[in-house]
């Protein structure tokens, strides 16, 4: 985040610079089976070192992007996880992205397909349980990388220098959140998967609700369940934009390390983000540029800006 217009911050070399991961979501219509997958470019990245069991399904692509190759290992394991859940076949509803190879065909699921360019009106993931996630997890991303800095802000000389010597010897890419450095993937998993964990059965129930994709009766089940499950008026079906980012510029006002034009982030030299600073939580503007980042991910203009970028590396 650039204590700046929030504006000028789209497509530029700081928003390309960021490393992207994809995120691969699908819940059942009572929220009691929920699968998140991530997909990065790394086979095999430098911060997976030591680590035995990751949190979530990962997969690896050039680009980062769901080809019809991930999309086939994908599909595999969500029948394996779905039959470790229950033994009733399921239907899966799918939207046409082009990599969805409509000719695929498994033991566990019926597999039925949105119309083309209706995904964010019928797929129930877009009605919520996706800003959600994303949402939450930045949020967390925020107070962790506010805590390291304090903890760094508060070190004694001889911390200090023993943490530079630790971090001299560390590989590249092997530095992450805990260090003070912009999140790695394996932050970003253990993150995302901690956001999607808080996305609520009823919330879920909720956006499959919005999303009118099923057949009146099965419609019906859903809302009879949710409503003995939890009044209307208790649960919202994803945490407002607005309320989120008020939260965070409270995180961004108490954190110590923060003075009042904003911190830097340490990041590694050659990473391309160097000079990025964290808006103070007290800058009058603090509030707009926070909700213009939450929102980032969503936006079409970024999103076809990374692609662009992305497809111009190739």
Known sequence: MLECDAKETRGTELQRAQARVTLVICVNATGTFKSIAVIGKAAQPVCFR????????????????????????????LSEDWGAFTSRRGFLIMDNASEHDASATDDRFDIDWLPPNKTARFQPCDQGVINATKTTYRRGMMLDMLTAFDHQFEESTAEREARKAREA?????????????????LDAIRLVKAAFDTVTPAAIMRCWLRASCTPPDVHAKIKARLDAAVPAATEPAAVP??????????????????????????????????????????????????????????????????????????
């Open 241 to 314: 934009v607005d309320d989120a980012a008020g939260e965070i510029v409270g995180m961004l006002g108490r954190a110590r390390s923060l003075g009042p034009i904003g911190g830097g982030i340490e990041c590694p030299a050659g990473s391309g983000a160097g000079g990025e600073r964290l808006v103070s939580g007290t800058h009058p503007d603090a509030l707009s540029v926070i909700a213009h980042w939450l929102g980032e991910e969503s936006s079409p203009v970024s999103v076809f800006a990374v692609v662009d970028a992305e497809t111009q590396t190739e």
């Open 169 to 185: 010897r560390a590989r590249a890419g092997s530095l992450g959140v805990a260090e003070g450095r912009s999140p790695h993937v």
């Open 50 to 77: 030591g680590q035995t069991n990751l949190p979530v399904r990962y997969y690896s692509q050039k680009q980062g992007w769901k080809v019809s190759s991930v999309y086939a290992k994908w599909l595999a394991d």
